[in-house]
Nanobody, 123 residues
Framework: VQLQASGGGLVQAGGSLRLTCSGS????????LAWYRQAQGKERGFLAS???????VYADSAKGRFTISRENAKMTAYLQMDNLKSEDTAVYYC??????????????????WGSGTQVTVSS
């Protein structure tokens, strides 16, 4: 099982990026997918989450500029980030709260973290 975050990069202030979190491996389905970020020297913080039925929750720092979405069939979540600011510079991580594994029986992975992707916003 793997969660791979991608789409980060260097962007000027005011620009946009779209991050992708892709699940792969023996995954049958994923409950809630979420995005977090960690700036250098700071703790990792919650940004946004989306349930399998599309219910979203946003941190105050993400409201109005960031949009989370997902494609269940592709085991993928996205984070559209607009009007980026220098304070958005961080490593962005995706998280799955519960992954049901493929195969016989009911097997789960909980609180599963993907790799991070660096976002750098230049002012």
């Amino acid at each position: 099982v793997q969660l791979q975050a991608s789409g980060g990069g260097l962007v000027q202030a005011g620009g946009s990026l779209r991050l992708t979190c892709s699940g792969s491996g023996d995954i049958f389905n994923i409950d809630t997918l979420a995005w977090y970020r960690q700036a250098q020297g700071k703790e990792r913080g919650f940004l946004a989450s989306i349930t399998e039925d599309g219910t979203t929750v946003y941190a105050d720092s993400a409201k109005g500029r960031f949009t989370i979405s997902r494609e269940n069939a592709k085991m993928t979540a996205y984070l559209q980030m607009d009007n980026l600011k220098s304070e958005d510079t961080a490593v962005y991580y995706c998280n799955a709260d519960k992954i049901q594994l493929s195969g016989l029986g009911y097997r789960y992975e909980y609180d599963y973290w993907g790799s991070g992707t660096q976002v750098t916003v230049s002012s």
